[in-house]
């Protein structure tokens, strides 16, 4: 059995910085208030007028990852793609892909599990060269948030935390089984489903019934108990890091480096904290670009190899926590 491993990474993200001070300009709120909260001081939004929706800033990314890979796009056997945003209701982005890359007639999933969306993707992804059945395969998380939330004081509590952005990876086979993605470790519970979601438009409330519910319907914009969420994810990332690490032989302090979902500041730094992780073993980028969602373990991962910080033997663990409720883990040794 093969493993696999990335050889290319890139990211995406629209050009509009929107700070904090921005955002108290819309809604009552303010740069301290939000940064004790989330650690967020700005973000990117996607402008008014340009070309960038989930699917195309999917496709600017994955231009980058194949590039760097050292292949081209009629090397990628199939596609995956992460993203609780796609452009349509369906069909997916996986296929919009595809067509925005000029790609033959490759295979397209799309995952839908939100934060966890990335991880989730990557794990498909594994199994699949794993297996044997495709030997290069594009991962993308990408990310439309900023067009569907509630920018009134209303919506502070969620509004202020997410971003628009994507990024994307190229997988492919490793011969040796003890480099590349060693495991994944993928968990869900699906009681707390209504504790993080967009409940409408659903099929069983469809479009008509919240045009005629009016103002008093706002079940179209993302509704989270932010206390309750946090509460959890503590206790859910620490327990799938260990999980990988146990499975693999490894310790806490064998960890180079760890990309957990950039959700919250305070999570990453409690996780660091739990694990007694250095600054350097541990890469946060949530100040500059909020939470992207299935976008942010990419992000964060391409800008962390970007930077120098990831190298050729170092154990590197994705983590992430989200909507659902759904979360895993990936260890790599990076190849």
């Not at 600054?279 to 992000?299: E, L, P, R, W």
């Not at 190298?311 to 759904?326: I, P, W």
Request: charged content about 25%; proline content about 2%; overall charge negative.
């Amino acid at each position: 059995m093969y493993n696999s491993k990335i050889i290319g990474l890139g990211k995406y993200v629209p050009e509009n910085v929107v700070t904090n001070d921005d955002l108290s300009k819309m809604m009552d709120t303010n740069d301290a208030w939000i940064q004790e909260r989330t650690g967020i001081q700005e973000r990117r939004w996607i402008k008014e007028g340009t070309d960038d929706t989930s699917a195309t800033m999917g496709a600017k990314a994955a231009r980058i990852a194949i590039e760097r890979a050292g292949l081209t796009k009629d090397d990628i056997d199939f596609i995956v793609f992460a993203t609780l945003s796609p452009d349509y209701y369906f069909p997916g982005c996986g296929v919009q892909i595809q067509d925005l890359l000029d790609m033959p007639t490759v295979g397209a999933l799309d995952v839908r599990n939100q934060c966890s969306g990335f991880v989730y993707a990557i794990s498909v992804a594994d199994q699949f060269i794993k297996t044997g059945m495709y030997k290069n395969i594009l991962v993308i998380g990408a990310e439309y948030h900023s067009n569907g939330l509630d920018k009134t004081t209303r919506g502070r509590g969620v509004s202020v935390i997410f971003g628009d952005g994507a990024g994307a990876c190229v997988l492919t086979r490793e011969e040796d089984n003890k480099k590349g993605i060693l495991s994944t470790h993928l968990h869900s519970e699906g009681k707390y489903a209504d504790k993080l979601v967009v409940a409408s438009p659903s099929i069983k409330h469809w479009v008509p019934e919240i045009i005629e519910a009016g103002e008093e319907d706002i079940s179209y914009y993302p509704y989270m108990d932010g206390t309750f969420v946090f509460k959890h994810a503590v206790v859910r990332f620490s327990e799938v890091i260990v999980e990988g690490l146990e499975k693999n032989g490894l310790q806490k302090e064998d960890i180079d480096m760890l990309i957990p979902h950039q959700a919250n500041l305070r999570i990453a730094q409690f996780i660091q904290k739990k694990f007694r992780l250095s600054d350097d073993q541990i890469f946060n980028n949530i100040m500059k670009y909020g939470n992207t969602t299935a976008a942010s373990v990419i992000i964060a991962l391409t800008e962390a190899w970007e930077e120098g910080k990831i190298k050729t033997g170092d154990n590197v663990v994705l983590a992430a926590f989200g909507s659902g409720f759904t979360w895993g883990s990936v260890i790599i040794k990076w190849a």
